[in-house]
Structures are given as C-alpha cells and as structure tokens.
C-alpha cells in the first residue's frame, strides 16, 4: 500500500523524510502549493518538473531509472499517478511509469491525526455543545428546536467519545 503525505513546502515534505514517523521509504509527497509531488527516502527525489527542495533526477530510460533509483516501479507509478491526479507536470522521463487509473478504497487509507489535531477537534466540539445547551435552555420544551438541538448535542458527544477513542487507540 503506498500512503500519501501533503506538505506546504518542499522543505518540510524534505524534513519530514528524516524527522516524521509517519513519512517512511517509499512513501508519496505531495506539495500542492509549489506542484511538486516526489518520493520519501534519505535522499528524496521529484517526479514532477517542479522539484522545490527534493532532489530532481535527470532523464533516463525506465530501465535505468529502476537501476538508478532505490524506488521500484509501483512507488514510481504512485507517484506518477498522484501528479497526474493534481494535473502537476511530471518530468517526461517519468510518464513511461503512467498507468491506469485505480479507485481508492477506504480499506486502503489510514487516518493518521496529531496530538494537537485531537485537542483542537476536542475544543471545537465543547465549544460547540456549550453553544447548543445555551440554545436549547431557551428553547420551547417539546418544540423542533429543542428536538434537534438535543439531537446535535447527542452526535457531538458521540463523535467526542469517537475521537477519544482514537487518542487512546481503540478507534
């Protein structure tokens, strides 16, 4: 399975090759805003014209970028597919790896979130449900909206405990 990274930069897409868990050989780098998609590994290579901070390789065959590169053709063609996927210039040497098109199943994705992803997510909803009781405190008891105030409140609890569930890795 290849996984997908996006960055803002090249330089953090670069960084995270070294510093990030998450980001491991092999692994596809996407930086929308300089149109630079490349592959993870100690030594981080563009696919697209555009490289940013990633290493650009010149033009060989297919053959000789295989024998050239630690990557092999499925990491390539990922990787030639997610710059296809964002319409970003691969170099030419590079669209012999195109392929055909394939759909992502969910059972092929991951959701990875960071500490202060779940802390953020978590205030958010308090936020939130604090604002919907007031609402509901003043609504006519038995009225549509006191119904679907309560009911908001009860999803948000119930995406809150989800969310927890995640942070403590059960979800």
């Known amino acids: 399975m290849h996984r997908v990274h996006h960055f803002r930069t ?3 897409a670069y960084n995270a090759c070294f510093d ?3 980001v491991r050989e ?3 780098l996407v930086v929308a805003p300089e149109r630079v998609v490349g592959i993870a590994s100690d030594d981080p290579i563009a696919i697209t ?10 033009a060989l065959t297919r053959e000789g970028l295989l024998a050239e590169l630690a990557h092999d053709a499925g990491q390539i063609s990922h990787a030639v597919k997610e710059a296809l996927r964002f319409q970003f210039d691969v170099a030419p040497h590079f669209l012999n790896f195109a392929g055909p098109t394939h759909t992502l ?3 092929e994705t991951i959701v ?3 500490f202060d992803d779940l802390l953020v997510t978590s205030d958010a909803i308090d936020h939130r449900i604090t604002a919907l009781q007031q609402r509901l405190d003043t609504a006519e ?4 909206m006191a119904l679907f105030t ?6 948000l609890r119930a995406a809150r405990e989800k969310l927890a569930s995640y942070a403590l890795g059960r979800g």
């Not at 309560?150 to 999803?155: K, L, N, W, Y």
């Open 10 to 12: 090249s330089m953090l």
């Open 20 to 22: 990030d868990p998450h």
């Open 26 to 28: 092999g692994d596809i």
């Open 49 to 58: 014209t555009a490289h940013g901070e990633l290493k650009p390789i010149p």
């Open 105 to 107: 199943f969910a059972s």
């Open 112 to 114: 990875v979130l960071t």
């Open 141 to 144: 008891p038995g009225s549509s």
């Open 150 to 155: 309560q009911h908001a409140i009860v999803r």
